[in-house]
Nanobody
Framework: QVQLVESGGGSVQSGGSLRLSCAAS?????MGWFRQAPGKEREQVAT???????SYADSVKGRFTISRDNAKKTLYLQMLSLKPEDTAMYFC???????????WGRGTQVTVSS
């Protein structure tokens, strides 16, 4: 069992930036960030595997950067040029494969105002 705790969410104006962190209690091959806005389905934002290979949703490419510090067992999401449509609850996830996330955090809220 791996426990995940997100932090770093908050309220910013459009064009602002935030850095999310996710502290994990153990190591997994793949980690990722997901988000869910009210009334919308959960969306995969970005993933990173143990080799450092990353993938991004088209909506965040060029603005968000995912990274992980394996020594600290921490996942990060640097978010730049935030838009109101980025407003959502952001969840950290981890698993053995990037298509199978078994562990989830409780989420951290990101709100972007225009």
């Amino acid at each position: 069992q791996v426990q995940l705790v997100e932090s770093g969410g908050g309220s910013v104006q459009s064009g602002g930036s935030l850095r999310l962190s996710c502290a994990a209690s153990g190591y997994t091959n793949c980690m990722g960030w997901f988000r869910q806005a009210p009334g919308k389905e959960r969306e995969q934002v970005a993933t990173v595997d143990r080799f450092g290979s990353t993938s991004y949703a088209d909506s965040v490419k060029g603005r968000f950067t995912i990274s992980r510090d394996n020594a600290k067992k921490t996942l990060y999401l640097q978010m730049l040029s935030l838009k109101p449509e980025d407003t959502a609850m952001y969840f950290c996830a981890a698993g053995s494969r990037c298509r199978d996330f078994a562990y989830w955090g409780r989420g951290t809220q990101v709100t972007v105002s225009s």
